[in-house]
């Protein structure tokens, strides 16, 4: 199939293929930030738990 030059796709075809780019990044920005969050929490977990153990070992 070959590929049609731009200017004969509607601008609301065009508007629409921007808008959607424009999610996917945000998504994926989203996305990033839930994953460093959530790494966070994992370190942070991780930490208690170790601490925990240190204590339970003590008693």
Excluded: F, G, W, Y
């Excluded at 966070?40 to 153990?53: M, V, W």
Aim: hydrophobic share 35%; charged share 30%; net charge positive.
């Amino acid at each position: 199939m070959k590929s049609r030059p731009q200017a004969s796709i509607p601008d609301s075809l065009l508007i629409l293929v921007d808008k959607i780019s424009l999610t996917q990044r945000n998504n994926r920005k989203n996305l990033d930030q839930l994953l460093t969050i959530k790494k966070e929490e994992i370190t942070h977990l991780q930490a208690a738990r170790d601490e925990n153990k240190e204590l339970l070992e003590q008693l």
